[in-house]
């Protein structure tokens, strides 16, 4: 069987490298983004090297109502969703006195809210049919607080919980899921989120977006729960659960505090 992937954020970085994986697997794809040119150009893309269908339903998940608008169009089309990948996300970059109220509503909606209803709105489908694969894309500050980016590691803490817990939920139903926690990784990522000046990533070797993609497919193709990539921050997930809390979040505001 043919096995049909709905893709968010796949216009670039991770979900753009995931896309890639699939079609080179030859599933069929509904891929979802922004911007429907960069959509267009991938689809292009791999319907010429993979010879896979590709679906392109533009969207954006920030808006409230947006999933749902989204899933109805899949339906329409009577397209079926075999695997969900939910990794459209963003972060933002700053003390939270100072960042934009607006922007964090967005993140909440896109990085919690979307994966959340996409989650609801697919999982009927794949228990009836005894068969699906999840694949989250959360991260290592899923871990623990991340001052100056206060919001978006909060988000990042409910997809990993929302995806073990489920996962426990959908034992003996044929459906599983997998919360892939990357770190630093090289991608437009850190532009959006304005993380230049960022200890975190200033002159640092991170690994490339197609290696986190592969080592997420890998995990989710393997019925793994929970997938850290790289084993530095395998070490840094064990010691926040070892580590006193605010050490923890000491250490995390070091890194990524500005350069000077």
């Avoid at 998940?61 to 899933?71: I, N, T």
């Avoid at 990522?189 to 000046?197: D, I, R, W, Y």
């Amino acid at each position: 069987m043919v096995e049909t992937v709905l893709i968010t954020g796949a216009s670039s970085g991770i979900g753009l490298e995931l896309a890639r994986v699939f079609a080179s697997q030859k599933s069929n794809l509904i891929l979802t983004a922004r911007s429907q040119p960069q959509l267009e150009q991938v689809a292009a893309e791999l319907r010429v090297a993979s010879r896979v269908q590709v679906t392109v339903l533009p969207c954006d998940l920030s808006k409230p109502g947006e999933a749902e608008l989204l899933f109805a169009k899949v339906e329409h089309l009577g397209l079926r969703v075999d695997v969900l990948v939910n990794n459209a996300g963003f972060g933002l970059y700053g003390h939270f006195k100072d960042t934009f109220l607006g922007r964090e509503l967005e993140m909440i909606q896109l990085n919690i809210v979307a994966v959340t209803t996409l989650t609801k709105l697919v999982l009927p489908g794949m228990v009836a049919r005894n068969h699906g694969r999840i694949l989250n894309i959360a991260s290592t500050a899923a871990f623990q607080a991340g001052p100056l980016m206060a919001v978006y590691y909060a988000t990042k803490a409910y997809v990993l919980h929302f995806s073990e817990a489920i996962a426990n939920e959908l034992q003996g139903t044929g459906v599983e899921v997998t919360a892939l926690c990357p770190g630093p990784t090289e991608s437009a990522f850190v532009g959006n989120a304005k993380l230049e000046t960022s200890k975190l990533f200033h002159n640092k070797k991170v690994p490339t977006a197609a290696k986190v993609a592969r080592e997420g497919y890998n995990a989710m193709m393997a019925g793994k729960t929970l997938k850290i990539v790289g084993l530095r921050n395998r070490f840094y997930a064990l010691m926040a659960r070892l580590l006193p809390r605010q050490l923890m979040i000491s250490a995390v505001r070091q890194a990524q505090d500005p350069i000077r």
